[in-house]
């Protein structure tokens, strides 16, 4: 009798040691977490829902107009190259090219970045030689690699041919007398992208909800904060707010087995100290825009995660490591708008 009742007093004090365990556990578990969102607020900040700019304020009939014109491939030399050929919004704006090809097949010099989130950076392209979305979309139509059009006014000239866009451009800009220019193009175009931004399961734990991520996603959360990841890739486009070199502690081709050196700054600034200098890339929807790096070189996220580690930071992380850095950067795949994704009916010649 007496054997079986201390029996069941040691079975009721391992439950309760166990117990106990258990909830020291899941509270400091939950401590953890709560530590980890509130290091993540102050990185990362907040998504804004669209990317403003006081120049060129966003309205309905520029957005409309610039989405337009963002698939209009007849103000391009041949006639087939619209800004959807390199950046289709469907596949997260990037063409799964190492390099695109534009009109007449002419390669162009780097890899297409993604145009989902990327109004809220520094500036435009890899080595920064864009002021702004507009300031690139301006260039574009002009650029021998892109649309390849041989003036800003053979540009013009096409779109008054085209009579739907008189009426368009009215709409978008109605205080101009003439409002068909290329400046407003760009600022058309410039406002839609303004408005591309893809907010994610990663934004909806910054907004407080622990369980937007899954403990793995948590963990790479960890050591991509911990690994220093954040130095360069921070904010609330997780990047595009700096300029750094590109092979840190070792040239960078070492390890992307790149076919080409690229310069990347030096050939804006000629300041040797920026050599090998690019723009900090956003890492939102980094998940969708293989292949990486300025030149395509490196197909496997996986890769990249393991060489920005080795290159950039002078750490080998371990497969868990990236594996986990991966998950979190995979939640950074976001939801692209609605709106965005149908493709609009274009002017008609007459
Ligand atoms: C032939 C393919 C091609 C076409 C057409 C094209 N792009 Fe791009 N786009 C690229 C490439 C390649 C880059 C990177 C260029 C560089 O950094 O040197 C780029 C870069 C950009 C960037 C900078 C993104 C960043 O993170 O820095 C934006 C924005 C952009 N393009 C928008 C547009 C718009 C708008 C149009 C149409 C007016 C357009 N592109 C037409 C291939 C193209
Ligand atoms: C010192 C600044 C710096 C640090 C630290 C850094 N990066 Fe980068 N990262 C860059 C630059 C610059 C590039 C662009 C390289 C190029 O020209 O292709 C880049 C590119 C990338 C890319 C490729 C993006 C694309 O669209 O092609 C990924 C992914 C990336 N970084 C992830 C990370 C991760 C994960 C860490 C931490 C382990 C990290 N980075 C640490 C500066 C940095």
Request: aromatic content about 8%; charged content about 25%; some cysteine.
């Amino acid at each position: 009798m007496q054997k079986v009742r201390r029996g069941s007093k040691n079975v009721l004090t391992i439950v309760v040691v166990l117990l106990s365990i258990f909830l020291t556990h899941l509270l400091s578990a939950d401590d953890e977490d709560a530590d980890l969102l509130k290091k993540a607020i102050n990185i990362f900040g907040t998504l804004p829902q669209a990317m403003t700019s006081e120049k060129n304020p966003i309205t309905s009939e520029k957005v409309k107009l610039g989405k337009i014109l963002f698939y209009e491939t007849r103000i391009s030399v041949g006639g087939t190259v619209s800004c959807a050929r390199c950046h289709p919004i469907g596949l997260y704006a990037t063409d799964g090219l190492r390099k695109s090809i534009g009109n007449h097949c002419k390669v162009n010099p780097r890899n297409a970045p993604t145009i989902l989130n990327a109004a809220g950076q520094i500036s435009a392209h890899w080595i920064g030689n864009r002021k702004n979305v507009e300031d690139q979309a301006r260039q574009s139509v002009i650029g021998p690699p892109s649309f390849g059009m041989p003036s800003y006014e053979a540009v013009v000239k096409k779109l008054k041919e085209m009579k739907g866009y008189g009426e368009l451009f009215k709409k978008a800009f109605p205080i101009d007398n003439d409002p068909i220019t290329v400046d407003n193009l760009a600022k058309a175009i410039g406002a839609f992208e303004r408005t591309l931004v893809t907010p994610s399961h990663f934004d909806s734990f910054l907004k407080g909800d622990i369980t937007a991520l899954n403990r793995k996603e948590k963990g790479g959360l960890k050591t991509y904060i911990e690994a220093d990841c954040i130095m360069c890739h921070s904010g609330p486009y997780v990047g595009g707010q700096m300029y750094e070199t590109f092979g840190i502690f070792e040239p960078y081709w070492k390890y992307t087995k790149s076919e080409q050196i690229d310069e990347g700054r030096y050939v804006v600034t000629k300041n040797d100290a920026d050599q090998y200098v690019f723009k900090v890339p956003i890492l939102r929807n980094v998940g969708k825009t293989a292949p990486y790096f300025h030149d395509g070189s490196v197909d496997k996220l996986e890769n990249a995660v393991w060489i920005m580690g080795k290159i950039q930071l002078g750490k080998d992380l371990n497969k868990a490591q990236v594996e986990e850095v991966v998950a979190f950067l995979k939640s950074l795949t976001g939801i692209i708008p609605e709106d965005a994704l149908k493709i609009p009916l274009l002017p008609s010649m007459d």
